[in-house]
């Protein structure tokens, strides 16, 4: 035995151990970085496409939210005006009263009988004509009763400022109405705003099935924010970005097909003898509405019944 080969460790000649550590050199490959990358991306364009629906989502609850607080305001600010400030025309036929409400633009009159009513705060109800005493089937007298929407826009021009300036709106050529605002206080006289715009049915393929006439709201009543300093933001350029006059509102009155009879023994459906006693009120809630617009749709609608 040579010399070199009896200084031969043991370990050499019985090969290479293994120790079970990973040896350091080793690491991901390309092809793997790519397919983490891929993964990744996946998922974040799937968290991302999210993102909008859950905005939209909270936007509306929001709005949803917001309208439901405003239209309970209304309708308890119209059940008020009915039981405080309620007034009858000169010769005592007709019946109006007066909406205290944010949005009311027009001066408060110091005594109900000195109200306008072309004011926006003059609401006329749709008032059976009290002298007729004939009766009429229930159906028919929900038919033609009469609807008026509020604030009065038939036989007025009215100045609003959208925040690019002051500009005057009225109903616009279509309105073919030339009378009175309100009818001059008496509702035989006053437009009935029942047909005032077309709502059109149609199929999937754009064919026309049917039509019916609708109110068209062209004013409401703007929301202000009343802890806003108007003199302070135009001395500091401060803008008013609460959302809150953002909204508007407007409301449409109608005989209600429940309403009571006048005569003596209980009527039924084709003996009806209006009593104007109970009225339909249709609350429409909007949100950056832009007056003198036609056939806006309202974010949200409530309807209740008053009594007069």
């Known amino acids: 035995m040579s010399l070199q080969r009896a200084l031969t460790p043991l370990s050499s000649s019985l090969g290479p151990r293994n120790t079970g550590t990973k040896d350091p050199v080793s690491g991901f490959t390309i092809l793997e970085?790519?397919?983490?990358?891929?993964?990744?991306?996946?998922?974040?364009?799937?968290?991302?496409?999210?993102?909008?629906?859950?905005m939209d989502s909270g936007r509306r609850a929001v709005e949803s939210t917001n309208a439901v607080i405003i239209t309970q305001s209304v309708e308890q600010a119209i059940r008020d005006g009915l039981k405080q400030h309620k007034g009858q025309s000169r010769d005592g036929r007709w019946t109006y009263f007066i909406f205290h409400h944010d949005g009311v633009t027009d001066d408060y009159p110091t005594d109900i009988e000195k109200a306008r009513p072309g004011a926006d705060y003059y609401i006329?109800?749709?008032?059976?004509?009290?002298?007729?005493?004939?009766?009429?089937?229930?159906?028919q007298h929900w038919d033609r009763g009469k609807t008026f929407v509020f604030p009065e826009s038939d036989g007025?021009?009215?100045?609003?400022?959208?925040?690019?300036?002051?500009?005057?709106?009225d109903n616009g050529p279509e309105d073919n109405f030339r009378g009175s605002p309100n009818g001059n206080g008496n509702p035989l006289l006053a437009d009935d705003d029942a047909d005032d715009r077309e709502v059109v049915i149609e199929n999937d393929a754009g064919v026309r099935l049917d039509s019916y006439p609708d109110i068209d709201v062209r004013r409401v009543y703007?929301?202000?924010?009343?802890?806003?300093?108007?003199?302070?933001?135009?001395?500091?350029?401060?803008?008013?970005?609460?959302?809150?006059?953002?909204?508007?509102?407007?409301?449409?009155i109608r005989p209600a097909k429940q309403d009571s009879s006048l005569g003596i023994q209980m009527p039924d459906s084709s003996s009806l003898i209006p009593a104007g006693e109970l009225y339909e009120v249709d609350i429409m809630v909007f949100r950056t509405f832009r007056e003198g617009t036609r056939n806006a749709d309202p974010i949200y609608r409530s309807q209740i019944l008053v009594h007069r």
């Open 124 to 139: 006329l109800l749709p008032s059976p004509d009290p002298d007729s005493n004939s009766s009429i089937n229930r159906e």
């Open 33 to 54: 970085i790519l397919l983490a990358v891929v993964i990744l991306t996946v998922g974040l364009l799937g968290l991302l496409a999210v993102f909008p629906v859950a």
């Open 156 to 169: 007025l021009t009215w100045v609003v400022d959208d925040g690019s300036g002051e500009r005057e709106v």
């Open 222 to 252: 703007t929301l202000s924010n009343n802890f806003f300093d108007e003199e302070m933001a135009e001395d500091f350029d401060i803008t008013d970005d609460d959302p809150i006059s953002q909204y508007s509102f407007a409301f449409s």
